[in-house]
């Protein structure tokens, strides 16, 4: 890591995750620290990229949700208001309303 540097950072949902490292892995080997992403991702991806594409554009619509609030919600998919208030643990002034408009839409995705 000597000399690299952070050129862009964003969030990423995990589901997307496993999409480029699995496309990485028909391209060859990953490494170690890939191949552990890959497997996480692998476990803990609970919707698929077509269902999280669709998903990530509804909760776009929401007006005030920050990127990483909307990322979380993604991959954990709160059936509950109890759940989706932990997400927004480093948000001030949460609105409720914008946690049950949350809640109604991930919970249809919900398995």
């Known amino acids: 890591m000597i000399g690299?540097?952070?050129?862009?950072?964003?969030y990423?949902?995990?589901f997307q995750v496993k999409e480029v490292l699995a496309e990485r892995?028909?391209?060859?080997?990953?490494?170690?620290?890939q191949q552990q992403a890959f497997d996480y991702s692998k476990k803990f991806?609970?919707?698929t990229p077509a269902k999280?594409?669709?998903?990530?554009k509804e909760l776009q619509q929401i007006e005030g949700l920050d990127e990483d609030v909307i990322v979380k919600a993604i991959d954990i998919l709160p059936a509950?208001?109890?759940?989706?208030?932990?997400?927004?643990?480093?948000?001030?002034?949460?609105?409720q309303e914008?946690?049950?408009?949350?809640?109604d839409?991930?919970?249809?995705?919900v398995k």
């Open 80 to 95: 509950d208001i109890e759940t989706a208030t932990l997400i927004f643990h480093k948000t001030d002034g949460v609105d």
């Open 52 to 56: 999280g594409e669709k998903l990530l």
């Open 105 to 109: 839409i991930t919970s249809k995705y």
């Open 25 to 33: 892995n028909k391209e060859g080997e990953l490494s170690y620290e």
């Open 4 to 10: 690299k540097k952070i050129v862009s950072q964003n």
């Open 98 to 103: 914008k946690i049950k408009q949350l809640v």
């Open 12 to 14: 990423v949902p995990v």
């Open 45 to 47: 991806s609970r919707v």
